[in-house]
């Protein structure tokens, strides 16, 4: 009798790609997957044009458009505070799922352990176990999400080789820093590690904070894989363009993975990236003050409702606990909740427990993403008041 591979009895299909579905099904607004609804920069889509029109329709060098990679060369050199050449230490793959993929299988033997800190995005755990290794959760605080070092010094084994890090933090909007970061540091360097950073939210951050790559600290240098990516800074999600910043000695590796599972992303959208990152400063500026509005008013609009929340600090997500909702709904599963909020209210959100390993951890709260337009935001909203409403009548 045919049966799959056990490993795959370990993860099931993407709940966030199901909630789409679902609201796709039910004409639901979708505030369950990050992507924007609102149209990339124009400049980004012509470039993107003129390079289909000027032939760069067929493959390039395997680990990035030559322009590209020089482009993050120059930008990560001055980020990081080492000699990123961009013929040795970049990889430039289809999203930052891949380029995470492509690390993991690079620098891991069956056997051996991840740290992640839960809740984690869920592409996180699985990429662990196709390199047959053993994901260890490491839980975040709730209310606040707040990092235990002392519990993340507990859970390292002989067996821990990696940990990874999500800053700006999805799903729950943290970034970290301070003690947090401290921790990270010690734990990493004392044990010998590989960090392995996600990085896809860094100009996303609000309330003055700037981005700091935890490669760019010095015990860190070596030993971190710095990952980010074109999708949501940009508005291009479907465009699938991530890329890997690694030192020596596992640079080679990486770059190797990633020949043999994807060859190379695709070519004229690497070509229009060269375009996106030499966008003016101007850009950035614009960004962060429509996420600001978006952030605010989604903050505002789940508050209002009864929704507990905290503010997010970063990226485009807010983790809202729905409990004290004065609804019948409010005892249900993170689950049904989040499909009755998505077929019967119409609007799309990720039930929280597929943020864990552990499911039961993430009860009584579900993930909304804010990467919309104001006028979806407050549809949204509207929605849900007429549906809270009619749960009460």
């Known amino acids: 009798m045919l049966q799959p591979a056990q490993r795959t009895n370990r993860f099931q299909e993407s709940m966030i790609r199901e909630m789409t579905r679902l609201a796709l099904q039910h004409n639901a607004i979708n ?36 322009p590209l990679r020089t482009r993050l060369a120059e930008l990560y050199a001055a980020r990081l505070g080492w000699d990123v050449q961009p013929d040795r230490h970049i990889a430039v793959t289809c999203g930052v799922s891949e380029a995470i993929c492509a690390s993991l299988l690079a620098v891991l033997d069956p056997g051996d352990e991840v740290l992640l800190l839960e809740p984690a995005h869920e592409n996180f755990r699985p990429a662990v176990l196709f390199a047959g290794a053993e994901p260890v959760a490491v839980s975040l605080d ?26 700006p933090h999805n799903p729950t909007g ?8 401290t921790a990270i540091v010690d734990v990493v360097t004392q044990h010998d590690l590989v960090l392995i950073t996600d990085e896809i939210y860094d100009h996303i951050l609000y309330d003055g904070r700037r981005h700091l790559s935890p490669g760019s600290l010095e015990p860190l240098r070596e030993r971190t894989i710095t990952i980010g990516g074109l999708g949501k800074t940009y508005a291009v999600t479907g465009w699938r363009l991530g890329y890997a910043i690694v030192p020596d000695p596992l640079a080679g590796a990486v770059r190797a993975v990633h020949d ?55 990226a485009y997500y807010v983790m809202a606990a729905y409990g004290d909702l004065p609804l019948p709904q409010a005892q249900w599963s993170a689950v049904d909740f989040a499909r009755w909020l998505t077929t019967a209210v119409g609007v799309a959100v990720v039930p929280g427990g597929h943020f864990y390993g552990d499911h039961g951890q993430g009860e009584g709260v579900v993930r909304f993403a804010f990467c919309k ?21």
Not at 145 to 167: E, H
């Open 260 to 314: 043999f599972l994807t060859i190379c992303a695709p070519t004229p959208l690497q070509a229009a990236a060269v375009a996106a990152l030499s966008l003016p400063d101007s850009y950035e500026a614009e960004l962060l003050a429509a996420y600001h509005k978006r952030r605010d008013l989604m903050v505002s609009l789940l508050a209002g409702l009864g929704f507990g929340v905290d503010r997010p600090e970063g």
């Open 31 to 66: 505030l369950s997957q990050g992507y924007p609804d609102y149209d990339p920069p124009p400049a980004v889509l012509e470039a993107a044009v003129a390079a289909l029109h000027a032939g760069a329709n067929q493959y390039t060098v395997t680990w990035g458009y030559p």
């Open 373 to 393: 337009r104001i006028e979806t935001l407050q549809a949204a909203a509207q929605r849900l008041r007429e549906g809270f409403d009619r749960a009460n009548t």
């Open 174 to 181: 943290r970034v970290f820093a301070g003690e947090e970061l």
């Open 142 to 167: 709730r209310p606040h999400y707040r990092l235990d070092g002392d519990r993340l010094r507990a859970a390292v084994t002989p067996r821990t080789r990696a940990l990874i890090l999500n800053t």
